[in-house]
């Protein structure tokens, strides 16, 4: 099977870009990256793509006027690479509907919390607010709507009685960095399906195990 072709967005420093790639380098791993695309000049993401030897081009939002220029801007590189899958990580900039119903079912998206709880920005200081007792994160499918679509993978990452939102945010991260080439993977090998906007993955199972917080 050919290995599908990635775009990755981003806007910062681009750790799950890094995983995504530290994952492609597999021989195995049904996907590459083909491209990453940032809107924001000097991305410490960059570096990253640098170092991997792929191919990078920053498309600023701020040379445009509305975010339909925008899109269009960063859709001829993106088409160019072959890509035909956009991830995104770390990239804060909303997708419009028209760029969504055109890239439907194949933009992923990772967010720091358990979608869906704590859509938006604040995700650990919110969830420490609201006193619960797991967190994590989730990878999706994008939809319109902020951090909405079919979910493809969430990992559960205890809170401890003296976080605070940074200490949070790093578990969280370590999270992300396995639960992104994971979510990747499934979808670039063809085992994901989307069925009246929920995920199926073939051949997979859900533990039987249960965690406990805290744990008595």
């Given at each position: 099977?050919?290995?599908?072709?990635?775009?990755?967005?981003?806007?910062?420093?681009?750790?799950?870009?890094?995983?995504?790639?530290d994952?492609a380098?597999?021989?195995?791993?049904?996907?590459?990256?083909?491209?990453?695309?940032?809107?924001?000049?000097?991305?410490?993401?960059?570096?990253?793509?640098?170092?991997?030897?792929?191919?990078?081009?920053?498309v600023?939002?701020?040379?445009?006027?509305d975010r339909?220029?925008?899109?269009?801007?960063?859709?001829?590189?993106?088409?160019?690479?072959?890509?035909?899958?956009?991830?995104?990580?770390?990239f804060?900039r909303?997708?419009?509907?028209?760029?969504?119903?055109?890239?439907?079912d194949?933009?992923?998206?990772?967010?720091p919390?358990?979608?869906?709880?704590?859509?938006?920005?604040?995700?650990h200081?919110?969830?420490?607010?609201?006193?619960?007792?797991?967190?994590g994160c989730?990878?999706?499918?994008?939809?319109p709507a902020?951090?909405?679509?079919?979910?493809?993978?969430?990992?559960?990452?205890?809170?401890?009685?003296?976080?605070?939102?940074?200490?949070?945010?790093?578990r969280?991260?370590?999270a992300?960095?396995?639960?992104?080439?994971?979510?990747?993977?499934?979808?670039?090998?063809?085992?994901?399906?989307?069925?009246?906007?929920?995920?199926a993955?073939?051949?997979?199972?859900?533990?039987?195990a249960?965690?406990?917080?805290?744990?008595?």
């Amino acid at each position: 099977m050919a290995r599908r072709k990635v775009a990755v967005l981003i806007s910062g420093r681009g750790s799950n870009l890094r995983a995504l790639l530290d994952a492609a380098a597999a021989p195995d791993f049904p996907a590459e990256i083909a491209l990453v695309v940032s809107n924001v000049p000097g991305a410490g993401g960059l570096a990253h793509a640098a170092l991997a030897g792929v191919p990078a081009v920053t498309v600023d939002h701020r040379d445009f006027s509305d975010r339909d220029s925008f899109e269009r801007a960063m859709e001829g590189p993106i088409r160019d690479s072959g890509a035909d899958l956009i991830c995104l990580a770390g990239f804060m900039r909303l997708m419009s509907a028209g760029f969504v119903e055109r890239w439907w079912d194949r933009i992923l998206n990772i967010h720091p919390s358990l979608l869906p709880s704590f859509r938006g920005l604040d995700t650990h200081a919110r969830a420490l607010a609201a006193g619960v007792r797991f967190s994590g994160c989730t990878v999706h499918f994008v939809r319109p709507a902020m951090d909405d679509g079919p979910i493809i993978v969430q990992a559960a990452v205890p809170v401890h009685a003296d976080d605070d939102a940074e200490r949070l945010a790093g578990r969280v991260l370590l999270a992300e960095h396995r639960c992104y080439p994971m979510a990747l993977r499934l979808v670039a090998s063809g085992r994901v399906r989307v069925v009246e906007e929920r995920v199926a993955v073939d051949g997979a199972a859900a533990p039987e195990a249960f965690l406990l917080n805290p744990e008595g």
